[in-house]
Structures are given as structure tokens and as C-alpha cells.
């Protein structure tokens, strides 16, 4: 009986999938911290193309690849934040008691992760984010709201450099 309480009680904070925390988790630590707490990176990603990897390669690829994002997430954050996988192809890191270069450092950090794993596998991760920080002064949720917008802003450009390039390549040919 003990067991079953504590797998149900894993159920209600960690995504099975990536096997990082989830969406309660993450909303649940949102309203602890929006009750003052200061100097919170909010670093909002999507995991570019999934839905694309599991109509050509299968879902159980798919969930590789969110699995093996969600380690390389956690690496590259790892003494900065904890992640969330918030939805399907969503993630977020909460960063707490971190400076806005720590963030940055992090996020460095995952672009060289990435790049090292990219080269070395035929299915890519690519990741578009945002970030913000929360200073106490507002709803942390705004501040959620506009690293959601800014990873909006990061993800129309690569999706053009993504085009510029396929035009150039068919344009050649």
C-alpha cells in the first residue's frame, strides 16, 4: 500500500515521460514564488519539430527525444534551476535565487549541449526559448507571459533562417 501512495504521489509532481517535474509541479512552485520571493530566471522552451519526429519516426522516438531533452535541460541548468516539462513539447526552467548571468551561462550551456549532440545524432534537438526575470515587483506569471512571448519571438527566427536556408538550397539546385 506505501508503494502505491508513492508512485501516485510521483504521478502528481513528475512527468513519467521526460522524468522531470510537470505541469502541477511547476504551477505549484509558480504560486509559492509569486508570494515575494525575488530574482527568479523564468526560462519558457519548445522543443522544435516533435510532432514532425513522431508522424515520420514513431512515438516511442518522440519520447526519446523528449526524454534525452529533458536530461540535457537538466545539465545544462543543473545548480542554476529545476525544469519542468509543462506540455507536450513545453518545457520551462525555474531559476531561482539566480543572476541574470547565471541564466545566461546556463542557456550557453544547453546551445553547446545541443550542438554536441546534434553532431553526433540523426534525429536533432532543437529547442527555441525565451527568458525573463522576476523581481518581486509584479505577478510572476507576467513575467511567465513574457518569456513565453520572447521564446515566440526566438522560435519565428529560426523557423526563417530555417527557410532562408531551404530557399537557398533549392534555389541552387
Not at 127 to 140: K, L, Q, R, S, V
Amino acid at each position: 500500500m506505501l508503494y502505491y501512495i508513492f508512485l501516485r504521489e510521483l504521478q502528481f509532481k513528475y512527468d513519467l515521460t521526460s522524468g522531470i517535474k510537470n505541469r502541477r509541479a511547476f504551477t505549484n512552485k509558480m504560486l509559492q514564488l509569486n508570494k515575494g520571493n525575488k530574482n527568479t530566471g523564468i526560462v519558457v522552451l519548445d522543443l522544435n519539430d516533435l510532432k514532425k519526429i513522431n508522424d515520420s519516426k514513431g512515438h516511442d522516438k518522440g519520447d526519446e527525444i523528449i526524454h534525452k531533452s529533458a536530461e540535457i535541460l537538466q545539465e545544462s541548468f543543473e545548480n542554476v534551476g529545476t525544469a519542468y516539462r509543462i506540455g507536450g513539447d513545453e518545457f520551462t526552467v525555474l531559476c531561482v535565487n539566480s543572476s541574470e548571468e547565471q541564466v545566461e551561462a546556463a542557456l550557453m550551456k544547453l546551445v553547446k549541449l545541443l550542438e554536441e549532440y546534434n553532431n553526433k545524432n540523426d534525429l536533432k534537438i532543437v529547442f527555441a526559448y525565451g527568458y525573463d526575470f522576476y523581481t518581486g515587483n509584479e505577478d510572476i506569471f507576467e513575467a511567465f507571459e513574457i518569456a513565453d512571448k520572447k521564446m515566440y519571438e526566438h522560435k519565428a527566427k529560426i523557423k526563417g533562417c530555417y527557410r532562408r536556408r531551404r530557399v537557398d538550397k533549392l534555389s541552387k539546385e
